[in-house]
């Protein structure tokens, strides 16, 4: 491979991961700014996605269940330490540490709150020159309980 040519490549990787590094933190921010249709575009449409257990039918099901689940409460959700890898033009893999923070108005069918630790392992896929999420694996490392919260107080 010529030096030109390695370069090139070298390049597009880079360029990949900075896309891929893009499209979780859309991820994280469309959770917490309960924006669930911009949520489930994020994903090629037969993703497989697993959290917690829970496998998914599609990504609206996934996006869908979040909106239903959280409401209007306030999340916040973070990613970190990106491992990503580029597998090909249009493939690649990545883990990444989580943390997320969720709490619900005081009721007598709120869930309880929690601070999540754990990590996700994904792949992408390049489709129509745009990095998609086609796969999801949540694993928690760690939960701890949060008190809800009485909006009214």
């Known amino acids: 491979m010529s030096d030109l ?3 090139t490549r070298r390049l597009d990787a880079l360029e990949a991961v900075e896309e891929i590094k893009k499209l979780k933190a859309r991820y994280f ?8 249709d911009e949520l489930a575009a994020l994903f090629t449409p037969d993703a ?14 996934f996006a869908n269940t979040i909106r239903d689940l959280t ?15 580029i597998l090909g033009e249009d493939s690649a893999s990545g883990i990444w540490a989580m943390e997320d923070l969720l709490t619900f108005p005081v009721g007598p069918e709120a869930p309880e709150g929690h601070n999540g630790y754990g990590q996700y392992r994904e792949t992408y896929r390049k489709v ?13 490392l760690r939960m701890d309980a949060l008190e809800n919260w009485d909006p009214d107080a």
């Open 5 to 7: 040519a390695e370069l």
């Open 29 to 36: 921010r469309f959770v917490d700014e309960k924006k669930h």
């Open 48 to 61: 497989t996605l697993v959290t917690d257990g829970i496998t998914w039918g599609s990504p609206r099901e």
């Open 71 to 85: 409401g209007d409460a306030p999340s916040v959700h973070h990613g970190h330490m990106p491992e990503i890898e």
């Open 128 to 140: 129509d020159g745009r990095w998609l999420i086609d796969s999801v694996l949540l694993t928690r």
